[in-house]
């Protein structure tokens, strides 16, 4: 039975409503960060295990009431993260893994010609959110009819949305 010693750390997050600038975001708060260290024992190869042990972390009894849980394992020249989401019916991916909202950028006007528009930087309405411990990956988008597009500013990089649903 080989011994590994890992560092693994659990984030949990909530899903909550925000709002900016009459755009409503599905987002995931930052409710628990733990970091912590083990000496893991295990007869599988070093990736099996770490991709068992993130994977038990994730379906703990004692975070079955978070909205979203990610686990990141960590041991010498590995690293392995897994998601999952007990508690939380959102479906619509804003962004490829959970990562923290800097800013929201919103678009208004009129599509213009064949549904076809051009937008230069100076027509985004940008508003800064990088004070709350917001996180953008699966959630929800809804805006008024006149927003075009909803920019998600993370520390991952941007994402532009064109489908929000219609609020209005």
Same mark, same amino acid.
């Given at each position: 039975?080989?011994?590994?010693?890992?560092?693994?750390?659990?984030? $949990? *997050?909530?899903?909550?409503? &925000? !709002?900016?600038? =009459?755009?409503?975001?599905?987002?995931?708060? +930052?409710?628990?960060?733990? @970091?912590?260290?083990?000496?893991?024992?295990?007869?599988?190869?070093?990736?099996?295990?770490?991709?068992?042990?993130?994977?038990?972390?994730?379906?703990?009894?004692?975070?079955?009431?978070? $909205? *979203?849980?990610?686990?990141? &394992? !960590?041991?010498? =020249?590995?690293?392995?993260?897994?998601?999952? +989401?007990?508690?939380?019916? @959102?479906?619509?991916?804003?962004?490829?893994?959970?990562?923290?909202?800097?800013?929201?950028?919103?678009?208004?006007?009129?599509?213009?010609?064949?549904?076809?528009?051009?937008?230069?930087? $100076?027509?985004?309405?940008?508003?800064?959110?990088?004070?709350?411990?917001?996180?953008?990956?699966?959630?929800?988008?809804?805006?008024?009819?006149?927003?075009?597009?909803?920019?998600?500013?993370?520390?991952?990089?941007?994402?532009?949305?064109?489908?929000?649903?219609?609020?209005?």
């Amino acid at each position: 039975m080989a011994k590994k010693t890992i560092v693994y750390s659990i984030r $949990g *997050y909530q899903p909550e409503q &925000v !709002e900016v600038a =009459g755009v409503k975001l599905g987002v995931l708060k +930052r409710v628990k960060e733990d @970091w912590n260290e083990k000496v893991l024992r295990s007869r599988q190869g070093p990736l099996d295990a770490l991709i068992s042990y993130a994977t038990r972390m994730t379906r703990d009894k004692e975070l079955q009431d978070l $909205g *979203y849980v990610e686990v990141t &394992v !960590e041991a010498p =020249g590995l690293v392995v993260t897994h998601g999952d +989401r007990p508690r939380y019916e @959102w479906t619509d991916m804003l962004f490829p893994s959970p990562s923290k909202l800097i800013r929201v950028g919103v678009v208004r006007g009129k599509t213009g010609e064949g549904g076809k528009y051009q937008v230069s930087s $100076g027509e985004i309405e940008w508003h800064d959110v990088s004070g709350s411990d917001y996180y953008v990956f699966e959630g929800s988008c809804e805006a008024p009819s006149d927003v075009l597009m909803v920019i998600l500013d993370t520390e991952n990089g941007r994402r532009i949305l064109t489908q929000c649903k219609s609020s209005s």
